[in-house]
């Protein structure tokens, strides 16, 4: 058992040289929120999927296998979180859950946040049969869970057309088991809003965030990343920790957005202008300036 009072991350995600997806957006955050992070990459690609040219090594199933099994047997495998983001393959996801039994075995009191990531707006870009492993294999075991609007109603098979809805999806989402339910972004603003819902047993609550013209990625390996941070910093306070996650997000967001405008006046911006600033807002990440708040709406 660790003796260390420092809460110590495990993240099983991508990983690109350049850019900020995966690891790369989780790990830098989560260090300096003050948690040790042990990272194991499941690609190192040269650049995230939206760029033109993709190269680098997949990690398989053996190989993430011989890793866990070093830890172990070094016995530097006591967690107190665990995190996980873009799996490949069915296989590979099932592998997932085989690892949070072991560390459970460990830290009975591990805490595992899952982003299951499948795809978003309508199209998944991931393979179609990781879905069911999702549904029915990982999700249960998940204590914080943070999809987006077109993973939630996937993984539930239901639709979310309004708030209602949303709850109806959040409430499904729970019924599997997921204590803490986090739809990190919805359509169901005014157009111009994402709309964040954070929800657990007890109460949950709302949030806006202004939508930029432009596609980020790496926003949702950041949101469950500090999601994970600050619901341990303020004792798993709810209301607080979806505000301090979203102000992060939206401050780093519009910076990277306007810098990229700056340079890039109108039209799409090139993958390359859009990466997300992290290191230029480390002062945020450490101590966000909550805008705006959230509202509750059940509880």
């Not at 099994?69 to 799996?87: A, C, I, Q, W």
Request: with cysteine; hydrophobic share 40%.
């Amino acid at each position: 058992m660790s003796t260390n009072s420092t809460p110590k991350v495990l993240s099983i995600q991508s990983h690109v040289v350049h850019g900020y997806v995966g690891n790369k957006s989780a790990v830098f955050p989560l260090q300096v929120l003050g948690f040790e992070v042990d990272a194991i990459n499941t690609v190192q690609f040269s650049t995230h999927t939206a760029y033109k040219h993709i190269k680098g090594p997949i990690l398989n199933n053996q190989d993430l296998e011989e890793l866990i099994e070093g830890l172990r047997l070094n016995d530097v495998d006591y967690y107190t979180h665990f995190l996980t983001g873009y799996s490949r393959s069915p296989d590979s996801l099932k592998q997932i859950a085989q690892i949070i039994k072991k560390l459970r075995h460990k830290n009975p009191n591990l805490i595992y946040v899952c982003d299951p990531v499948m795809g978003d707006n309508g199209k998944m870009y991931v393979p179609e049969d990781i879905l069911p492993v999702y549904r029915d294999v990982v999700v249960p075991l998940a204590d914080i869970l943070t999809p987006n609007q077109f993973e939630a109603e996937l993984i539930t098979g239901l639709k979310m057309k309004d708030l209602a809805g949303a709850l109806r999806v959040i409430d499904a989402l729970h019924d599997r088991g997921v204590k803490t339910v986090v739809l990190s972004s919805t359509d169901l603003g005014n157009g111009e809003n994402i709309v964040g819902i954070a929800s657990n047993k007890d109460s949950c609550y709302k949030i806006e965030m202004a939508k930029l013209n432009a596609n980020f990625t790496g926003t949702g390996d950041l949101f469950a990343a500090l999601f994970l941070a600050w619901f341990h910093k303020t004792n798993k306070n709810l209301k607080l920790t979806l505000e301090k996650t979203t102000a992060t997000l939206q401050h780093i967001v519009k910076d990277t957005y306007d810098k990229a405008r700056a340079i890039h006046a109108s039209g799409k911006i090139p993958p390359a202008l859009i990466e997300l600033r992290l290191i230029q807002n480390k002062i945020t990440i450490e101590d966000p300036k909550i805008t705006v708040e959230s509202t509750k709406i059940r509880g």
